[in-house]
């Protein structure tokens, strides 16, 4: 062999060997995602200089010594770049840093040209982008890794019981992490087996907004991986993940530095007053004496002040929800504020032709941003009857809320007399203009219309169980049920909704708000609502998605009478099949049944026997679990009145009802049914 191609030979291998070495250095990234409607930039133009420039520079000038990473870069302060860096709270500085100079190389290779971008490996995740990312609560993309293996089906509930404990103090101490880190990993035993689990937040969210965005990953949990031994939930402002075998390791969490202790004073040294120590009492009683009277002025004016706050903050929190915030705080948000002139822009200045609805308290109309992202806005009516009360209510609550069963807010708009909503625009609109339609609703085979009833489970069980705050939707209705290009439900409309702290279990109104036909009795007739008051609905809700037909307008042959009595009566009799939709073709008979059984044990009169969403989402999942037997419903209306009717009520008890809609309700002995007006929604 010549010394030419053994030159060849060993530069070949040479450059082999370091492409194998390459690649083994800069895997593949587990979970990318490029934002391609956020803007491009073209290539060797100044934002893509100042992103090599900034990215290169990153994880050698910016750290906060503790895994987290920000920095942004531009050159004459023009096409300014922001990025941000995260590694795994137990993960040591080289390999941190190793990490994000991996992900800065692949990243820029799998979105090219992109002016934002995020991706992430198991130990790190980064972001770029053309604006500032920090202090930003973002909850997409979510990125979903589920286990393969099952647990078996007399685990399952203890489970993910205890996965749910372990997750809530997981967060709140996350949350609490100060603005160094927010991680916190540790174990907890379920029967046989341990399960291991972290939790962490880009440590420039607020507690409040970790708290809200780990609440948001663990709802997604029960959606993705019911039943599994394992997942993993990452999202750009947090992330959470649980296996049965250890993955982090705990002694390599370097340790917070601690408050300095407060040095005690040094002994003052015995000096001799040459004035002897009659002028030195003299003017010890004097300094005395001025800081008594200052104290005591300044004590008189701290109270005066404080009474006058404690009067004013009472008479600004008359209609103040458990867990809001003032109203100053809303206009502050300034990622989630939107200029009205905008949304006239985007709405074709409210156009007719983007009219998507007329909703209780005002008109939903289509539009498209600048950017080509469709919003739907809810423009509130000035005479709607929705003060700045419920105004309020809706964008705090909707804001805190992030479930992919959930209507996602955007932002809102608040000039002069104009409140805006701009939320999501989801594609094939509300439960009822499919369901009720009788050509829309023969295109929904079973597996459509079990994944619409799974999917608002799971978002009631989110509100009622997972969120920060426990939430009683009061409205739930196919009207309020919207459906996206994927037949994934969303629950919308949390304009009526109520917030408890999680140790509050039920509560009581004045004023009766919400449909005829899925308010359960004892809302209806008394003003009690809690989390069986949604469960009641959300029963109804199952029996019309099966039947196809309206609650207040079923029909069977000549006779017309309330859904829930007539399911009761042909459940008794063996006669259910009568109930489903002569167009629902297809499907597992059997799961369709067990649904109705489903639908009767939620609608039942007593708010005990009434099963909680926890129990409704197992009983949906496992079809090994025996159920009750279901008892008489509560209602037995007969109306030819659409159900789509907002009541309003003032009376210590009773319902409310128009002169053409007739209520039979159980009313015990002596007392009587109030009828009074009925507010058209």
Partial sequence: MTMVSLTTLFFSSHVLLLLITQSLAQPDLAGHFCFNGKGNYTTNSTYQTNLDTLLSSLVSTNGNGYGFYNSSYAENSTNQVYATGLCRGDVVADTCRSCLKNSSLELRKLCPNQKEALGFYDTCMLRYSNRSLYGLMEDYPP????????????????????????????????AAGGSLRKFAANNTTSGFKTIYALAQCTPDLSEELCTDCLAGAYGDIPTNSYGKD?????????????????????????????SPPISAPSPSTNTTNSEGPQKSNKSRTIILVVVAVTVSLVLIVCICIYLRVRKTKKNLDQNKLPGAEDADEIRSAESLQFDFGTIRVATDDFSEANKLGQGGFGSVYRGKLSDGEEIAVKRLSMDSG????????????????????????????????????????????????????????????????YKIIEGIARGLLYLHEDSRLRIIHRDLKASNILIDAELNSK???????RLFVLDETQGNTSRIVGTYGYMAPEYAMHGHFSVKSDVYSFGVLILEIISGQKNSCFRQGENMEDLPSYAWKSWREGTTSNLIDPTLTNGSRTEIMRCIHI?????????????????????????????????????????????????????????????SNFVSVKVPENEAALISEVYPR
């Fill in 386 to 449: 929705q003060g700045d009360s419920e105004f309020k209510n809706e964008v705090l609550l909707v804001a805190r809320l992030q479930h992919r069963n959930l209507v996602r807010l955007l932002g809102f708009c608040l000039q002069g007399n104009e409140r805006l909503l701009v939320y999501e625009f989801v594609p094939n609109s509300s439960l009822d203009h499919i369901i009720f339609d009788p050509i829309k609703r023969a295109q929904l085979d079973w597996d459509k219309r």
């Fill in 491 to 497: 629950i919308s409309d949390f304009g009526m909704a």
């Fill in 599 to 659: 639908g009767l044990l939620c609608v039942q009169e007593n708010i005990a026997d009434r099963p909680t969403m926890t129990s409704v989402i197992l009983m949906l999942n496992s079809h090994s679990l025996s159920l009750p037997v279901p008892s008489e419903p509560a209602f037995f209306m007969h109306s030819s009145v659409g159900s789509d009717l907002s009541l309003g009520w003032e009376s210590s008890s009773g319902v409310t009802a128009s002169k």
């Fill in 143 to 174: 990125f979903t890794f589920v286990s393969t293996r099952n647990l078996s089906s007399s685990e399952v509930e203890k489970f993910f019981e205890d996965l749910g404990n372990l997750f809530r103090r997981l967060s709140s101490e996350a």
């Fill in 230 to 258: 394992g997942a993993r939930i990452v999202k750009p402002s947090c992330n959470i993940r649980y296996e049965i075998s250890p993955f982090y390791d705990l002694e390599n969490v370097a340790p917070l530095p601690s």
